[in-house]
């Protein structure tokens, strides 16, 4: 059973938008593009977001907790303090975004896309990257108990100063990956059939 | 671990009766002699010191309606809290006497039903983490990162505020050093002021170990469940459980290693038990294997 929206954004593109500290959970977002805009302190929490485009966004502090998405692009956007604790991503993509203090706390992320930044100071605890391809990655200084990935294709990944308590990489293809050893990793797992370098 | 002021919930924790027996309760449901019915003050305190919480008020037992002034209280949550801020737990008790009272008041979305005729688990939750676990490190960082911390709620119990619910239970099973002070703001508090609620709740909780989950015994009307617990907790619960007295229990006397963890981790999805969310017993009525009318055998 599903709580209908009052917020709802369809078919629009939203260019210099100021969000800053808009309450507006349970929004329903779909077909838009947001350019340059402001999302400051701003409260999204159980949104569904679908084919959705953010570019040059700024989520600093943004609250989209146990949100979904589906087809949605970040690009060049700013994350920082931000919640998406719970959310999940589908076919969706982070493209040079800042990300710093971001809670990906519990976050599945499924078939999508990650590339070129890198991922400072993050809960990513519970975190889960399924199908999904991480590329040119940086997660620095990390907290990712029980982080998990499976079936993800990581290439030129580098964990560094991270916790990776019982983490698990299942079936992963790797290449250029580095877990370094600054890294806590009392136990974990590893199993890749299809080992890279 | 997190700080409460991040929880999606913080519960308000009327009564820890219940009509049900289920295995492994996280409200320890079937050990306590005698149990708790918050009074309407502390009700209004407790949803006064909420003030300002991002998340919602969860109105939650043991079974809420087990409380007999449970119509006051859902009174006080409609005239303090705003309807998108309240939801209620129940498992069920005398429903169709009371959904009128539920819809009145809560969104269909916020009122969480689980009557346990439906195949269930439990997460093992009294077996003490230093009976089992070798490694001492690990035991920490498994405390430090425990579900239950991490992705359920707070609570308010007639004893004070509590940086976790299950905390917030051993502490009065365990007759512990209580909660905070219910003042405004208690839950604006950083995890240093609840280190005491840590020391005495964590140490003796199996919430953070990756164990095998084990069947809820459908609340009881299969007939007696068992709590799985270990060797210390048995001694301190031998004199004051009923449900350790009665029999009701099975020891787990065995120490894990780091592998044996890892092992056990993977398919340990303790937070995601249930399949299916049911906001009422017509929800419910696709997943049940039983009569939510069927006798609870175990008492």
């Given at each position: 059973?599903?709580?209908?929206?009052?917020?709802?954004?369809?078919?629009?593109?939203?260019?210099?938008?100021?969000?800053?500290e808009?309450?507006?959970?349970?929004s329903?977002?779909?077909?838009?593009?947001?350019?340059?805009?402001?999302?400051?302190?701003?409260?999204?929490?159980?949104?569904?977001?679908?084919?959705?485009e953010?570019?040059?966004?700024?989520?600093?502090?943004?609250?989209?907790?146990?949100?979904?998405?589906?087809?949605?692009?970040?690009?060049?956007?700013?994350?920082?303090?931000?919640?998406?604790?719970?959310?999940?991503?589908i076919?969706?993509?982070?493209?040079e975004?800042?990300?710093?203090?971001?809670?990906?706390?519990?976050?599945h992320?499924?078939?999508?896309?990650?590339?070129?930044?890198?991922?400072?100071?993050?809960?990513?605890?519970?975190?889960?990257?399924?199908?999904?391809?991480?590329?040119?990655?940086?997660?620095?200084?990390?907290?990712?108990?029980?982080?998990m990935?499976?079936?993800?294709?990581?290439?030129?990944?580098?964990?560094?100063?991270?916790n990776?308590?019982?983490?698990?990489?299942?079936?992963?293809?790797?290449?250029?990956?580095?877990?370094?050893?600054?890294?806590?990793q009392l136990?974990?797992?590893?199993?890749?059939?299809?080992?890279?370098? | 671990?997190?700080?409460?002021?991040?929880?999606?919930?913080?519960?308000?924790?009327?009564?820890?009766?219940?009509?049900?027996?289920?295995?492994?309760?996280?409200?320890?449901?079937?050990?306590h002699?005698?149990?708790?019915?918050?009074?309407?003050?502390?009700?209004?305190?407790?949803?006064?010191?909420?003030?300002?919480?991002?998340?919602?008020?969860?109105?939650?037992?043991?079974?809420?309606?087990?409380h007999?002034?449970?119509?006051?209280?859902?009174?006080?949550?409609?005239?303090?809290?705003?309807?998108?801020?309240?939801?209620?737990?129940?498992?069920?008790?005398?429903?169709?006497?009371?959904?009128?009272?539920?819809?009145?008041?809560?969104?269909?979305?916020?009122?969480?039903?689980?009557?346990?005729?439906?195949?269930?688990?439990?997460?093992?939750?009294?077996?003490?983490?230093?009976?089992?676990v070798?490694?001492?490190?690990?035991?920490?960082?498994l405390?430090?990162?425990?579900?239950?911390q991490?992705?359920?709620?707070?609570s308010i119990?007639?004893?004070?505020?509590?940086?976790?619910?299950?905390?917030?239970?051993?502490?009065?099973?365990?007759?512990?050093?209580?909660?905070?002070?219910?003042?405004?703001?208690?839950?604006?508090?950083?995890?240093?002021?609840?280190?005491?609620?840590?020391?005495?709740s964590?140490?003796?909780?199996?919430?953070?170990?990756?164990?095998?989950?084990?069947?809820?015994?459908f609340?009881?009307?299969?007939?007696?469940?068992?709590?799985t617990?270990?060797?210390?907790?048995?001694?301190?619960?031998?004199?004051?459980?009923?449900?350790?007295?009665?029999?009701?229990?099975k020891?787990?006397?065995?120490?894990?290693?780091?592998?044996?963890?890892?092992?056990?981790?993977?398919?340990?999805?303790?937070?995601?038990y249930?399949?299916?969310?049911?906001?009422?017993?017509?929800?419910?009525?696709?997943?049940?294997?039983?009569s939510?009318?069927?006798?609870?055998?175990?008492?």
């Amino acid at each position: 059973m599903e709580k209908k929206s009052k917020h709802i954004f369809e078919g629009k593109i939203y260019t210099d938008e100021n969000f800053k500290e808009a309450v507006k959970n349970f929004s329903f977002i779909s077909k838009c593009k947001f350019i340059n805009c402001d999302f400051t302190f701003a409260y999204f929490k159980e949104a569904k977001v679908f084919e959705t485009e953010f570019e040059n966004c700024n989520f600093y502090k943004t609250h989209w907790e146990a949100s979904g998405f589906k087809d949605v692009i970040f690009k060049n956007c700013t994350f920082e303090g931000t919640f998406y604790s719970s959310s999940k991503f589908i076919n969706s993509h982070f493209k040079e975004c800042y990300i710093n203090s971001v809670k990906f706390r519990g976050t599945h992320f499924k078939e999508s896309l990650i590339e070129n930044l890198e991922i400072l100071k993050s809960e990513m605890s519970r975190s889960i990257f399924e199908n999904s391809k991480l590329n040119k990655i940086t997660f620095s200084k990390c907290k990712m108990f029980m982080f998990m990935c499976l079936n993800a294709n990581l290439s030129e990944v580098e964990f560094k100063d991270s916790n990776l308590t019982l983490s698990k990489f299942l079936d992963c293809e790797k290449k250029n990956t580095v877990i370094h050893e600054t890294n806590k990793q009392l136990c974990m797992f590893v199993k890749n059939n299809k080992v890279g370098s | 671990m997190r700080d409460l002021a991040e929880m999606h919930t913080i519960h308000v924790e009327v009564t820890n009766a219940c009509h049900l027996r289920c295995a492994n309760c996280t409200r320890h449901v079937g050990h306590h002699k005698k149990p708790f019915f918050m009074d309407l003050e502390t009700v209004e305190r407790a949803i006064d010191s909420l003030e300002g919480f991002p998340g919602r008020v969860g109105l939650m037992g043991g079974e809420p309606f087990m409380h007999p002034q449970i119509k006051e209280i859902i009174e006080i949550f409609a005239k303090k809290t705003e309807r998108r801020k309240r939801h209620i737990w129940t498992a069920g008790f005398k429903w169709e006497e009371n959904k009128d009272l539920i819809y009145e008041h809560f969104d269909e979305d916020y009122i969480t039903y689980n009557d346990h005729t439906a195949p269930g688990k439990h997460q093992p939750l009294l077996v003490a983490i230093d009976d089992v676990v070798e490694d001492k490190e690990l035991a920490d960082e498994l405390i430090n990162n425990c579900w239950v911390q991490e992705q359920w709620s707070a609570s308010i119990t007639p004893k004070g505020g509590f940086f976790c619910e299950v905390a917030a239970s051993l502490d009065y099973l365990l007759d512990g050093p209580g909660g905070v002070p219910i003042e405004k703001g208690w839950w604006k508090q950083s995890l240093d002021a609840f280190k005491n609620q840590m020391a005495t709740s964590c140490r003796k909780c199996s919430a953070p170990i990756p164990l095998p989950h084990e069947s809820d015994g459908f609340g009881g009307r299969t007939g007696p469940t068992k709590d799985t617990i270990s060797k210390s907790n048995y001694e301190i619960l031998k004199e004051r459980s009923l449900k350790v007295q009665k029999g009701n229990y099975k020891i787990l006397n065995t120490k894990f290693t780091n592998e044996d963890i890892i092992k056990n981790s993977f398919s340990w999805t303790p937070s995601r038990y249930r399949d299916f969310i049911s906001h009422s017993s017509e929800d419910s009525s696709k997943h049940r294997l039983l009569s939510p009318e069927t006798k609870i055998k175990a008492r």
